[in-house]
């Protein structure tokens, strides 16, 4: 084979023990390719990075190393601004990009378009779901009032880490069916976020601060672990953690109302300077391609561990009985979740706003003083 690309995903197996699995493949079986997946004209050795970069890092300065990146689509629109990233209308045709956003779970596909051009591929799905110890005899709540009642009764936490206290506040505000960031100069209406403030707080003035602090990792891990928290309503799904989890939707607002959550998962992005080689383009589409092909994604994703953005393989019994039943039960989640905007400087905004909910809340400041000053960011993030 030819020299080498370099690809950049994240340091949990989830974001890299499946790309790991085809560049051994790779290695195995040389130019034939490894059966059954289609080979490719050179390898391409993958880089890691903490996830707390994936969900907040610069993609401009990867992009000069690495050939392929694994991206959150929420830092596009800055990437896309930067001018460092190739649409993937310049790679591959209308019918085949059409093929992969029909077969895309939810809005996998549609979350990395921006203003009409795709401009990175789902690779992994994700969104905010329930968690709890498999050994929690209680119903798991459907709706978010079912949820106090039972932290009435068992260890409950929210994971508000990084950015996930914004993500948290705006999944409820979804599940009120007042999806943010669509309102003139307020993130959300009053109510909505009073309500969902008041919610958080009442949560948290339950919860041990060792854990709500803490990532989707860390508050699953300690689920998993069985001497801590018995459920969180809120966490980004880990089909890794299901064997010693229970899984289920996001909590509804109102009884058979849409679930609150939203959306995550990775996808596959290009690296403009790299790809002006015609021949490291061919290669890179090779890549692509077979990622994002049914047999990887049906097949090699998750045997080895990984969570794929195929629809496909969620409505799969096998896959679902091969994860714990995950897939199944968190289906209509990853199908309902709220897709972030995009625009340039969103995730230091995100960030930022996380900030604020955190230690407001942590600090017992009232809802209606936290809603102004995130208004403030918000503006001063849409009105620069």
């Given at each position: ?39 490719v ?34 830092a ?18 209308e ?78 505000c979804?599940?009120?069916g ?54 969180c ?14 899984y ?73 009985a ?38 407001g ?24």
């Amino acid at each position: 084979m030819s020299a080498e690309l370099r690809g950049m995903t994240w340091d949990h197996p989830r974001g890299y023990a499946p790309l790991d699995k085809l560049a051994r493949l790779d290695d195995r079986s040389g130019p034939r390719g490894p059966y059954p997946y289609e080979p490719v004209r050179r390898p391409l050795r993958w880089d890691r990075r903490p996830i707390e970069d994936l969900e907040s890092g610069s993609l401009a300065a990867l992009t000069s190393g690495h050939d392929v990146l694994v991206v959150d689509h929420a830092a596009l629109g800055t990437a896309v601004a930067d001018g460092c990233l190739l649409p993937l209308d310049e790679l591959f045709d209308e019918a085949e990009l059409a093929a992969w956003r029909d077969g895309a779970v939810g809005a996998s596909y549609d979350s990395h378009v921006i203003d009409g051009r795709p401009w990175a591929l789902p690779v992994d799905a994700a969104a905010q779901v329930a968690a709890a110890r498999r050994d929690l005899a209680s119903a798991l709540p459907g709706t978010w009032a079912e949820v106090r009642e039972l932290a009435r009764a068992y260890p409950v936490t929210l994971c508000l880490g990084g950015p996930h206290a914004f993500l948290t506040f705006c999944a409820l505000c979804v599940a009120q069916g007042a999806p943010p960031c669509r309102y003139e100069g307020t993130v959300v209406p009053p109510d909505a976020g009073e309500a969902a403030l008041d919610t958080m707080a009442e949560l948290v003035s339950r919860c041990d601060s060792e854990v709500w602090r803490r990532g989707p990792v860390g508050v699953l891990e300690m689920i998993a672990a069985g001497d801590g928290p018995a459920y969180c309503p809120l966490v980004d799904g880990y089909v890794t953690y299901a064997g010693g989890l229970r899984y289920a939707d996001a909590p509804a607002w109102e009884p058979g109302g849409r679930p609150g959550s939203v959306l995550g998962g990775t996808g596959l992005a290009v690296s403009r300077p790299r790809a002006a080689d015609p021949a490291v383009r061919d290669a890179i589409r090779d890549h692509l391609r077979r990622l994002c092909s049914p047999a990887v994604q049906r097949d090699l994703y998750p045997a080895a561990g990984g969570q794929p953005a195929a629809r496909s393989t969620w409505t799969d019994a096998e896959a679902s009985a091969l994860s714990g039943g995950f897939y199944r039960a968190t289906l209509a989640t990853v199908e309902a979740a709220w897709v972030r905007p995009t625009g340039a400087g969103y995730v230091p905004f995100q960030d930022a706003a996380s900030r604020l909910l955190r230690d407001g809340i942590a600090g017992r400041v009232r809802p209606r003083s936290l809603l102004r000053d995130l208004d403030t960011l918000y503006r001063s993030w849409r009105c620069p």
